[in-house]
């Protein structure tokens, strides 16, 4: 199983924490210094059954610095795909990508305890 974070985001830690107090092996991979592609945003997207907005970082300083509450609604769906791939720091972590191909964003231990159960 993938487990995409950022070692700064205190979010990410506790999922982390969680992770290893349960056993569950992962894959660790940094979501800043190897974001995802265009092709596994799409794919995690469609796995996951959410909006696509639930994909990015609302509350990163990125996202306020460029409006994106305002642009998003205009944007198509492969121009957020493509923002997204463009930096990192615009997508909500963690991303817990299950290995078969279930994807939890963001961290929710009701949730993940559900899905890794």
Not at 21 to 50: C, F, M, V
Not at 72 to 77: A, G, V, Y
Request: aromatic fraction near 10%.
């Amino acid at each position: 199983m993938l487990f995409l974070c950022y070692s700064r985001c205190s979010t990410c830690k506790k999922a982390q924490k969680w992770l290893d107090e349960q056993g569950i092996a992962y894959t660790q991979r940094d979501i800043k210094e190897d974001n995802p592609t265009l092709q596994e945003l799409e794919t995690w997207h469609q796995a996951s059954a959410l909006p696509l907005k639930k994909f990015f970082n609302t509350s990163g300083q990125l996202y306020r610095a460029l409006s994106l509450s305002k642009k998003l609604p205009d944007m198509t769906q492969a121009e957020q795909y493509a923002l997204l791939a463009s930096d990192g720091m615009l997508v909500k972590r963690p991303i817990l990508v299950l290995d078969d191909g279930r994807v939890l964003v963001g961290f929710q231990q009701d949730q993940w305890a559900e899905a890794l159960g």
